[in-house]
């Protein structure tokens, strides 16, 4: 056998083609019942995704329709009442530390400098390891020169940045992203998508990213996942095609956006 034919082959059995991304996160037949008083309250169906290694993707869909339940399961704090999901190739059956996650409320610790802050999940490491990771994560999030300060010291962005470097210093395999920006102000928001973008493209981390932001999805994301109101089932997936940093009157983020609105079933015209 030829070594372009052994190759070719091996990346058969990974499921992908010479030259393109392996998948990463799988989610396969994902449905999930909660318990309301006794009756299954149906929350998702029928989910099926392939999130490729490296791939920058947004779960969009309205309020209550399952988004954190997904990212719950596939970070192994939920399991799903039939399918699954594979990291890998390997099934989720719990919490990882290769798998991190971001919420919108800060995490991180108030009595701790950002330094400390970002150091919580090297522990094992030696301090000159870890300020070799830890000083070029702070570098890369923009929070040089606070590295000895504290949170209360740190606007919402600073601190949403905080959270960040913490998620990346671990080298995390996949980030997991629950409206990070829910809680800053428009402007910030923007700055912080400008931002998450770049890191993205310097770290090259699969990043799975939830919102219910129309413009937030078309302004980060490869690749938009749409879920239909609950029980949420994928009711469109959108490739975004274009450059960052991204032209927000352009045709196509036009384009993009009234395919997301009618998707989604609302007017944005009032
Ligand atoms: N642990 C739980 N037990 C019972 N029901 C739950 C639980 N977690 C979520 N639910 C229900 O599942 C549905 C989906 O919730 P989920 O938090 O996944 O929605 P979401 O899309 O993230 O919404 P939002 O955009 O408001 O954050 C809701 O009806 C919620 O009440
Ligand atoms: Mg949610």
């Given at each position: 056998m030829s070594d372009e034919v052994a190759q070719a082959r091996a990346n058969e059995n990974a499921g992908s083609t010479p030259g393109e991304a392996r998948p990463k996160v799988v989610f396969e037949g994902v449905d999930k019942d909660f318990d309301q008083g006794g009756q299954p309250l149906p929350v998702l169906r029928g989910v099926d995704l392939t999130v490729k290694e490296g791939e920058f993707v947004c779960l969009l869909g309205?309020?209550?329709?399952g988004k954190s339940t997904l990212l719950n399961i596939a970070g192994g704090f939920e399991s799903p009442t039939a399918g699954r999901v594979t990291i890998d190739g390997d099934p989720v059956n719990g919490p990882d530390a290769r798998r991190v996650f971001v919420f919108q409320?800060?995490?991180?610790?108030?009595?701790?400098?950002v330094w400390d802050n970002v150091a919580l999940g090297l522990r094992h490491l030696g301090k000159a390891e870890q300020a070799a990771i830890i000083q070029p994560t702070i570098d890369m999030v923009g929070?040089?020169?606070?590295?000895?300060?504290?949170?209360?010291?740190?606007?919402g962005g600073m601190k949403q940045r905080v959270e960040v470097a913490r998620a990346l210093a671990v080298s995390p395999d996949v980030i997991y992203m629950d409206?990070?920006?829910?809680?800053?102000?428009s402007l910030t928001r923007l700055q912080m998508r400008a931002e998450i973008v770049r890191i993205w493209q310097e770290s090259q981390t699969t990043i799975l990213f939830v919102t219910h932001d129309v413009d937030e999805s078309i302004q980060i994301a490869e690749r938009i996942v749409v879920l239909s109101a609950r029980?949420?089932?994928?009711?469109d997936i959108i490739t975004v095609d274009l450059d960052h940093?991204?032209?927000?009157?352009?045709p196509e983020y036009g384009r993009i956006k009234n395919r997301l609105f009618e998707t989604l079933g609302v007017s944005h015209s009032i």
């Open positions: 309205p309020s209550g329709c409320e800060y995490g991180i610790f108030p009595w701790a400098s929070l040089q020169g606070f590295e000895r300060s504290y949170p209360m010291e740190l606007s409206e990070p920006f829910g809680a800053l102000d029980p949420g089932e994928i009711s940093p991204r032209d927000l009157g352009s």
